[in-house]
């Protein structure tokens, strides 16, 4: 029995409002300076409400998402064949903190981004998004161990790029 449109609108939003906040963080970590995090957190949700009738395990609907946005951004990184310039809004991310703040979360976005994709995803779900190990290699279809190595390597590769870009910086200042 087909479900009415306030039926179906009613049993997604009651399933994705638990798991929004997480959602809304993962979109503006993996879509910083490629596309906006609002459109793609809308694309997303669209796709995922017309797939709704499909979608079996409707308990799973977040990993539905994350798929459908981490598909979105490689699509959107393949049309342009470069990364876009445009930042995610930085009053959509920090309205209320400093500007030494944004800076400095400007700076680990710019980092990050040099992270291979399942390195970076892996760690966007894990340390931003809040998701368990288990969670982690559920989404990015993989065992537990090699989310476990991947979020590792992620973290070294992330603190070398950030110590070697301060370097950098604290050099050209001093001259």
Same mark, same amino acid.
């Given at each position: 029995?087909?479900?009415?449109?306030?039926?179906?609108?009613?049993?997604?939003?009651?399933?994705?409002?638990?798991?929004?906040?997480?959602?809304?963080?993962?979109?503006?970590?993996?879509?910083?300076?490629?596309?906006?995090?609002?459109?793609?957190?809308?694309?997303?949700?669209?796709?995922?409400?017309?797939?709704?009738?499909?979608?079996? @395990?409707?308990? &799973?609907? =977040?990993?539905?998402?994350?798929?459908? +946005?981490?598909?979105?951004?490689?699509?959107?990184? $393949? *049309?342009?064949?470069?990364?876009?310039?445009?930042?995610?809004?930085?009053?959509?991310?920090?309205?209320?903190?400093?500007?030494?703040?944004?800076?400095?979360?400007?700076?680990?976005?710019?980092?990050?981004?040099?992270?291979?994709?399942?390195?970076?995803?892996?760690?966007?779900?894990?340390?931003?998004?809040?998701?368990?190990? @288990?969670?982690? &290699?559920? =989404?990015?279809?993989?065992?537990?161990? +090699?989310?476990?190595?991947?979020?590792?390597?992620? $973290? *070294?590769?992330?603190?070398?790029?950030?110590?070697?870009?301060?370097?950098?910086?604290?050099?050209?200042?001093?001259?």
């Amino acid at each position: 029995m087909k479900q009415s449109t306030k039926q179906k609108q009613d049993a997604f939003m009651a399933v994705y409002e638990p798991v929004h906040e997480n959602f809304v963080r993962f979109c503006q970590a993996r879509a910083y300076r490629i596309m906006s995090a609002e459109d793609l957190v809308n694309e997303s949700l669209l796709r995922a409400y017309q797939q709704w009738d499909k979608i079996k @395990k409707k308990d &799973a609907l =977040i990993y539905f998402l994350f798929g459908t +946005a981490r598909n979105i951004v490689l699509n959107t990184i $393949r *049309k342009k064949r470069e990364v876009a310039l445009d930042a995610v809004s930085e009053n959509a991310l920090y309205t209320r903190n400093s500007a030494e703040i944004k800076l400095e979360v400007e700076f680990l976005y710019m980092q990050l981004n040099k992270l291979d994709d399942l390195k970076k995803e892996a760690l966007i779900l894990f340390e931003i998004s809040g998701f368990s190990i @288990k969670e982690v &290699a559920k =989404i990015q279809n993989s065992k537990e161990g +090699a989310v476990k190595v991947r979020i590792s390597r992620a $973290r *070294k590769e992330l603190k070398a790029l950030m110590k070697d870009e301060h370097s950098i910086t604290s050099k050209q200042n001093s001259l």
